[in-house]
């Protein structure tokens, strides 16, 4: 069974930072990409930044420059640090692993997979 923990979450004003942590835990071979994704009120769930196992990134055009994905593939953990956060950035942040390679009795798989979310509000 493969777990994604996140933390990090909270209330912060408009102009302040977060720092989002997502650990998976589980019989993990490795992971291709992991990500974060958020879903405010009413809207679909869009991706924020993405990172590879290789390091290749991705960034939604409203986070540019102001927020900054990192992994730490030793400890299969992904980090997303939230600098000059606006009331538009207010969400539930979710944690997401593409690629989980898992062991089987028979051999490996390969899962998606998703964290629980945790809430960022900004105050303006």
């Known amino acids: 069974q493969v777990q994604l923990v996140e933390s990090g979450g909270g209330l912060v004003q408009a102009g302040g930072s977060l720092r989002l942590s997502c650990a998976a835990s589980g019989s993990i071979f490795g992971i291709n990409a992991m990500g974060w994704y958020r879903q405010a009120p009413g809207k679909q769930r869009t991706l924020v930044a993405g990172?590879?196992?290789?390091?290749?990134?991705n960034y939604a055009d409203s986070v540019k420059g102001r927020f900054t994905i990192s992994r730490d593939n030793a400890k299969n953990t992904v980090y997303l640090q939230m600098n000059s956060l606006k009331p538009e950035d207010t969400a539930v942040y979710y944690c997401?692993?593409?690629?989980?390679?898992?062991?089987?009795?028979?051999?490996?798989?390969?899962?998606?997979?998703w964290g629980q979310g945790t809430l960022v509000t900004v105050s303006s």
């Open positions: 990172i590879t196992s290789g390091g290749r990134l």
């Open positions: 997401n692993a593409q690629g989980v390679v898992t062991t089987t009795p028979t051999g490996y798989r390969s899962l998606e997979v």
